[in-house]
Structure formats: structure tokens, C-alpha cells
């Protein structure tokens, strides 16, 4: 029984940063890998970045170096800071979570955020 909310997303111009939060409902938030998927117009979601139970992190290469995923397990919150933003990551971005793995497949995840837009503008 968890409820995931994206907040952040938005508009900048390429070179720009943006940082995403997800707050998570729930008393087990520690107990879940999460991450954050994106889907562009026309694509399929594909994988952004995770955070594991362990504290581990993984990132598409698309996005290594330039993004960085956390979480605050005491506030029940994950965050994604996008710096350095192109076109192409123009996407509506879902944060994700698994109660088992969460790997880089959209079917290992077991609760989904509603979405949240990300602009960048050339």
C-alpha cells in the first residue's frame, strides 16, 4: 500500500538543472528500491536511474554524469537532480518502486508516481 506524488518538473532551456522529488506514502519506505523511469512522445518509458534498498545507485548512460539520485528515507522522499538538461530529455518522468528488485525493466516495478513533465528547450 504505497502512493507515490512527483513534484519538480517544468520548463529550462538546455544547459539548465531541475530537481525532482518523489514523496512516498507508507511506514516501509527503507524496504523498497526506487527509481525514476521517463517517457518521451512516441517512445517507450524507458529506465532514468534507481536507488536500492542498499543505498546502491545505477544510471542509464544517457544520463551518467549529469543526473543524481537520492533518497531521505526519514522524510519518505527520493529526488533526481538533473543538471546540465538537453532536448532529449524532454520526458514525462514517473518515479517508481519495488518492493522486491527494481531493475531496468518497467515490470519490476510495483507502484508508479502519476508523472511529471520535463521541458528543455534548445
Known amino acids: 500500500q504505497v502512493q507515490l506524488v512527483e513534484s519538480g518538473g517544468g520548463l529550462v532551456q538546455a544547459g539548465g538543472s531541475l530537481s525532482l522529488s518523489c514523496a512516498a506514502s507508507?511506514?516501509?519506505?527503507?524496504?523498497?528500491?526506487m527509481g525514476w523511469f521517463r517517457q518521451a512522445p512516441g517512445k517507450e518509458r524507458e529506465f532514468v536511474a534507481s536507488i536500492r534498498k542498499s543505498g546502491s545507485t545505477d544510471y542509464a548512460d544517457s544520463v551518467k554524469g549529469r543526473f543524481t539520485i537520492s533518497r531521505d528515507n526519514a522524510k519518505n522522499t527520493m529526488y533526481l537532480q538533473m543538471n546540465s538538461l538537453k532536448p532529449e530529455d524532454t520526458a514525462v518522468y514517473y518515479c517508481?518502486?519495488?518492493?522486491?528488485?527494481?531493475?531496468?525493466?518497467?515490470?519490476?516495478?510495483?507502484?508508479w508516481g502519476q508523472g511529471t513533465q520535463v521541458t528543455v528547450s534548445s
Open positions: 507508507g511506514r516501509t519506505f527503507s524496504n523498497y528500491d
Open positions: 517508481a518502486s519495488s518492493r522486491w528488485v527494481l531493475g531496468y525493466g518497467i515490470g519490476g516495478v510495483d507502484y
